[in-house]
């Protein structure tokens, strides 16, 4: 079952991501703007910063009650009013911890402050079927090559070379929930910050920049001219056709190593994962996305999910992710460093 089929009639629906009310009466009476070639207009700056994981927890309900969303949003609001007070000149050095974020001082985040709301549920996972909002089992296949790759990578240690770092460290493309990518497919929030899009259009092509390491997705429309199998680019292969006020998008020639939990668990796409993405203009502040992921020789069924993106009024601004991208250097220069204090040593 698709998607579309899993939800209300779009055309019904609005999705408020401020309030979380559902108003038929408005969304009937709302007419998407049209760009001159007649297409629904998705052009603008756009945020699918939510609160909302990814993931659904064992044994949640699919739809939050009122006490778990104030509980969880008044949370987040008072992590980021703590967060943000200043700092005290004379405090000593963070902890060592390995991790980044106990040293950053929470001004610099912007993870969304609300959940996410669709067809006026307060949503607890992002993903929306299989029915647990979980990414399902791999197959045996999915297996084998999860544990080939593995084995394979088993043999460096992690800082031997470039190409074994995250994408996202060496500037290629960044990530968002549970690792699978910001500019997709699928297209997932980060946990950090920059979770903006901007969307401009015309009669052939669909293009979407995110804000972080200004990734740039190119969706041409009409009928499809497929890449050769073996051209793989990192966004795959796009194509996109409207559907009343709904881009439908499929992309295929998706790059192998890059797809949901690239960086965690390693799971290599099969060279027949495709992806159906739905960009749907619900009213002047919401686009409802909507996507589903069909690897049968990678995952035991199809799975997918919705994130409302919100209007994003303000400027989206460089990510000079490259110029100043020293960390990479640096870990690879102190594991060599430390390979000739091993070798002197011995």
Request: net charge negative; hydrophobic share 30%; glycine share 8%.
């Amino acid at each position: 079952m698709s998607v579309r089929a899993r939800t209300s009639l779009l055309g019904l629906c609005l999705v408020t991501a401020a309030a979380g009310i559902f108003h038929s009466a408005a969304a009937q009476e709302w007419v998407a703007p049209r760009t001159p070639d007649g297409h629904p207009d998705l052009q603008g700056n756009w945020s699918n910063a939510t609160l909302t994981p990814f993931e659904r927890r064992a044994g949640q309900p699919a739809v939050m009650t009122r006490d778990e969303i104030d509980r969880l949003e008044g949370r987040a609001g008072a992590v980021v009013t703590g967060g943000a007070v200043p700092s005290d000149p004379t405090r000593g050095p963070p902890p060592i911890t390995g991790a980044i974020g106990r040293s950053y001082n929470e001004i610099y985040y912007d993870r969304g402050d609300r959940l996410a709301v669709v067809n006026g549920e307060t949503r607890s996972s992002l993903v929306t079927f299989p029915a647990d909002g979980r990414i399902p089992e791999l197959t045996p296949e999915g297996k084998r090559r999860k544990h080939e790759y593995e084995k394979f990578r088993s043999q460096f240690n992690q800082y031997d070379h470039p190409e074994l770092r995250p994408l996202a460290e060496r500037c290629i493309v960044f990530y968002g929930s549970s690792s699978a990518s910001v500019m997709g497919p699928p297209m997932t929030p980060t946990r950090g910050y920059n979770n903006n899009f901007t969307i401009v259009q015309n009669a052939d092509y669909v293009l979407i920049r995110s804000e972080m390491i200004h990734d740039t997705r190119i969706i041409r429309l009409g009928r499809p001219e497929r890449l050769p199998k073996h051209v793989r680019p990192w966004f795959g292969d796009s194509w996109g056709h409207f559907e009343g006020n709904t881009l439908v998008v499929e992309t295929t020639n998706i790059h192998p190593l890059h797809g949901p939990r690239e960086q965690t668990d390693k799971i290599p796409q099969s060279e027949d994962a495709r992806a159906i993405e739905r960009f749907t203009r619900l009213d002047d502040d919401t686009i409802l996305y909507e996507f589903e992921i069909h690897d049968p020789r990678t995952y035991s069924e199809v799975w997918g999910g919705q994130v409302p993106w919100r209007r994003y009024d303000d400027l989206l601004y460089e990510y000079a992710c490259h110029e100043g991208n020293y960390a990479l250097t640096n870990v690879l220069s102190g594991a060599r460093y430390q390979e000739r204090q091993a070798g002197r040593r011995e």
